[in-house]
Every structure is written in C-alpha cells, then in structure tokens.
C-alpha cells in the first residue's frame, strides 16, 4: 500500500531564517506530487505540483519554492521566512495516469510558526 | 465569487443525527467530485468520490450530485463523536490534475 511521509510535524522559525520541508511517498511509482498551504480555519490553497523529476509549476507567486530531486520525494523551500508563511503545509500525491478524477491523497502535514 | 462556496459552520448536531453538507460550484466544467473529512491538526483523508449526476453511497454516507444545480452534497447517517471533523468538498475540471476546494464545514457531534 501507498504511505506519505513529511517531517517535521512542527516547526518554530524565526523570520527571516530558511525553511526546508520534506515529503517521501511509497509503494507507488511516478506520482503527481502537491504541495498545499492551508491556513487556520481556511481551506486549502495549492503551491506547486510536480509531474515528474525536475518538473515545477508554482500556482501562487510567493517566497517559497519547490523542488523534487527523486521520483518520490518532494521539498518545499525558502530562503528568507515571512511572517505570513505561518500555516499547515500539506503534501499529496496522485496517480499519475489513472482516473482522471485525479484522486489526491494527503500526508500528515507540518505545522509551521513563524515568529 | 469563489469556484467552491461551502459553508463554515460550525454545524452542530445530537449523536445519532444525519449530518447534512453541502457545496456549490460555479463552473460547469467541473465533473469530478471529492469529498474530504480532516481532524483537527491531521491530514485530509479522502471519504467520497464520484462523477456523475446521482447519489452514490458507502457505508454511513451518501454522496449526492445535481450537475444541473451545480450542487454536491455528503449525508452521514446514524452520525458518531468520532464523526466530529471538518469536511472538505473538492472538485476536479474533466482529465485536470489540480483540484479546488471549498473552505470546509466544521461538524461537530454531541453526544
């Protein structure tokens, strides 16, 4: 069966400092891999999807950024924190070619503080 | 006007009740339908899903879809405390990969 992983599960950052977030999925090859920002008592707002190795599409202009190094592995990034960074940050993944319904299926989420 | 409206709550109701939530959709190329159930500080998990007009069930819920009305709507039965959580409508465009969702009703179950 499928697993998603992501750590860390909370995170308390300064501003300003950098941010390194990671997801690994497993038993399932070549996945669509999201990253999602929700913030408290909001729905989910998408950040970037992979469709593969090297392939990024950010959907919100931000400073954050994404990368995915392996098939199964997925990291979010910063540079600098902003405040407004704080949020749940929730991976996913989906079948890449499979019902085109594109089911997702989400991680455990880290929960990010900026002070 | 958002794509996915769906009402905040709280919707609170007595152990045993049927839950009723709902959502409605501005775009009619919308044609696949999610539905999500999120405990506090955990995940979203998938519950429901479905692609066409009609009610589809399992176990304790009902999915229902009116593509005319641009409504979906998630029925659970005989509801439990273990039922209190938010719940996510999630809405896909035909063979898209990116799906968009609605702001989540929180239930909460008395018993």
């Known amino acids: 069966s499928q697993t998603i992983h992501q750590w860390p599960a909370t995170l308390v950052q300064p501003v300003g400092s950098p941010l390194s977030l990671e997801c690994t999925v497993e038993?399932?090859?070549?996945?669509?891999l999201y990253w999602y920002r929700q913030a408290a008592g909001r729905g989910l707002q998408l950040l970037f999807y992979s469709v593969g190795i090297g392939q990024i599409s950010s959907e919100v202009p931000q400073n954050l950024s994404a990368s995915r190094p392996q098939d199964r592995q997925f990291i979010l990034s910063s540079k600098k924190l902003l405040l407004s960074d704080s949020g749940f940050y929730l991976c996913?993944?989906?079948?890449?070619?499979?019902?085109?319904?594109?089911?997702?299926?989400f991680g455990p989420g880290t929960r990010l503080t900026v002070l | 006007q958002k794509e996915v409206e769906q009402d905040p709550g709280p919707l609170s109701v007595p152990e045993g009740a049927i839950v009723s939530l709902n959502c409605t959709y501005s775009n009619s190329a919308f044609q696949y339908f999610m539905w999500y159930r999120q405990y506090s500080r955990k995940g979203p998990e998938l519950l429901m899903y479905?692609?066409?007009?009609g009610n589809k069930e399992d176990g304790r819920f009902t999915a229902q879809v009116d593509k005319s009305s641009k409504y979906i709507s998630l029925f659970i039965r005989d509801s439990q405390p273990s039922d209190s959580a938010t719940y996510l409508c999630?809405?896909?465009?035909?063979?898209?990969?990116?799906?968009?969702f609605g702001g989540g009703t929180r239930v909460l179950v008395k018993p």
């Open positions: 479905t692609y066409s007009s």
């Open positions: 999630a809405i896909v465009q035909a063979a898209g990969n990116k799906l968009t």
């Open positions: 038993g399932t090859s070549n996945p669509n």
């Open positions: 996913a993944w989906s079948v890449l070619s499979g019902s085109p319904g594109n089911e997702q299926f």
